[in-house]
T-cell receptor, first 112, second 113 residues
């Protein structure tokens, strides 16, 4: 069966520091992968999606970037964090049968 | 662009009663998928139910059912026999085949004992 992992689960970083969040998927090949951000009590904002290795599409221009170095690995990065980058970050992969997305457990990021 | 609207930011229901969460969407496509996701306090996103637009029959998953009105572009979720564990944020979502998904802003549901 397919599983999706995210780490770290929780992260507290100072403003201006770099960021690297990792997402890996097991049990599937060449999945579409997604990064979302969720502010407290709010909906999901799509940040990036990837249809394959090295292929990244950005939905919202900001100081975040994404990379897909391997088929089942999706990384969210920043060179310098802003206070507004605080939130809950979710990674998801697109199922093949019914087009639903399956989500990882998320990373809670607090920028101080 | 497709949009998804959930007009009820918060709702509450007594345990064992029935509650309906509303969702409307806007699209010019004929073939698409609709979903309801649940996000409990753990914040894990859990798929509750899905509906393919080409199917006229409303989807049902145990105590969860939908009322899909394609012409009206409406997709409501009914939770029967509400349980305390149903307390969560509920997100309506729209997706096209092999394309990204659009989410509503969510409805916070509280089940009261």
């Amino acid at each position: 069966s397919q599983t999706i992992h995210q780490w770290p689960a929780t992260l507290v970083q100072p403003v201006g520091s770099p960021l690297s969040l990792e997402c890996t998927v097991e049990g599937t090949s060449n999945p579409n992968l997604y990064w979302y951000r969720q502010a407290a009590g709010r909906g999901l904002q799509l940040l990036f999606y990837s249809v394959g290795i090295g292929q990244i599409s950005s939905e919202v221009p900001q100081n975040l970037s994404a990379s897909r170095p391997q088929d089942r690995q999706f990384i969210l990065s920043s060179k310098k964090l802003l206070l507004s980058d605080s939130g809950f970050y979710l990674c998801a992969w697109l199922g093949f049968a019914y087009n639903e997305q399956f989500f990882g457990p998320g990373t809670r990021l607090t920028v101080l | 662009a497709q949009t998804v609207t959930q007009s009820q930011p918060e709702m509450s229901v007594q345990e064992a009663e029935t509650v309906t969460l509303s969702c409307t969407y806007d699209t010019s496509e004929n073939n698409y998928y609709l979903f309801w996701y649940k996000q409990p306090p753990s914040r894990q996103m859990i798929l509750v139910i899905r509906q393919e637009a080409y199917k006229q029959q409303n989807a049902t998953e145990n105590r969860f059912s939908v009322n899909f009105q394609k012409a009206a572009k409406s997709f409501s979720l009914k939770i029967s026999d509400s349980q305390l564990g149903d307390t969560a944020m509920y997100f309506c979502a729209f997706g096209e085949y092999n394309n990204d998904m659009r989410f509503g802003a969510g409805t916070r549901l509280t089940v009261k004992p």
